[in-house]
């Protein structure tokens, strides 16, 4: 069975940084693009960042470029996200999400994790 | 303002037909494939359709996906009180990004 599991949300104060990770098993990470995805409370989803396979392509979405920091470890099967510079904005639940695209080419998501809560504020 | 369109709002009656529209363009639902996403308020979403018409297994065949030119859209027949939830469409874009649809709310009335 296809598992994400998703920690390191918390609170934060503005500016501060926070490092997320995301633990896949049922499958062979390596294989697999992957994503991070958000949801601020209340409102629709937003992509964050991409990562190939083998960390060749790495994407990020103009809100987060320069402050966000997406990575993987394939030999122990776990996804990252270092975000830094952290603003009130980007409050919201962090999804880790796969992308069933062959290495390089993206495709769309077929499996997400349950989510962990990132909240900025003094 | 979401690179995807779609109505922010949509209803029907139990065991009516209900369809769910998504726009957008060349550069994303032209060229790639299409996703439809199912959120229940509190959980993670979970994909209904995938490669623009396929059903995962365990997805009811009430639930169907199709896209033409740069316009797709998801057809939910036989409607159910458990369908009540958000529904967003999603896809790759040529300018190196994903994108989403605003999300539609479907209510059983």
């Known amino acids: 069975e296809v598992q994400l599991v998703e920690s390191g949300g918390g609170l934060v104060k503005p500016g501060g940084s926070l490092r997320l990770s995301c633990e896949a098993s049922?499958?062979?990470?390596?294989?697999?693009?992957m994503n991070w995805v958000r949801q601020a409370p209340g409102k629709g989803l937003e992509w964050v960042s991409s990562?190939?396979?083998?960390?060749?392509?790495?994407y990020y979405s103009d809100s987060v470029k320069g402050r966000f920091t997406i990575s993987r470890d394939n030999a122990k099967n776990s996804l990252y996200l270092q975000m830094d510079s952290l603003r009130a904005e980007d409050t919201a639940v962090y999804y880790c999400?796969?992308?069933?695209?062959?290495?390089?080419?993206?495709?769309?998501?077929?499996?997400w994790g349950q989510g962990t809560l990132v909240t900025v504020s003094s | 303002q979401s690179v995807l369109t779609q109505p922010p709002s949509a209803s029907g009656t139990p065991g009516q037909r209900v369809t769910i529209s998504c726009s957008g363009a060349?550069?994303?639902?032209?060229?790639?494939?299409l996703y439809w996403y199912q959120q229940v308020p509190g959980t993670a979403p979970k994909v209904l359709i995938y490669?623009?018409?396929q059903r995962p297994s365990g997805v009811p065949d009430r639930f169907s996906g199709s896209k033409s030119g740069t316009s797709a859209s998801l057809a939910i027949s036989g409607l159910r009180s458990e369908d009540e939830a958000n529904y967003y469409c999603?896809?790759?874009?040529?300018?190196?990004?994903?994108?989403f649809g605003g999300g539609t709310k479907l209510t059983v009335l």
């Open positions: 490669r623009n018409d």
């Open positions: 049922g499958f062979t990470l390596s294989t697999y693009n």
């Open positions: 999400a796969r992308d069933e695209g062959p290495s390089g080419n993206f495709w769309g998501v077929d499996y």
């Open positions: 060349s550069s994303n639902l032209g060229s790639n494939y």
């Open positions: 990562i190939s396979t083998g960390s060749n392509y790495i």
């Open positions: 999603a896809a790759w874009d040529n300018s190196l990004r994903w994108v």
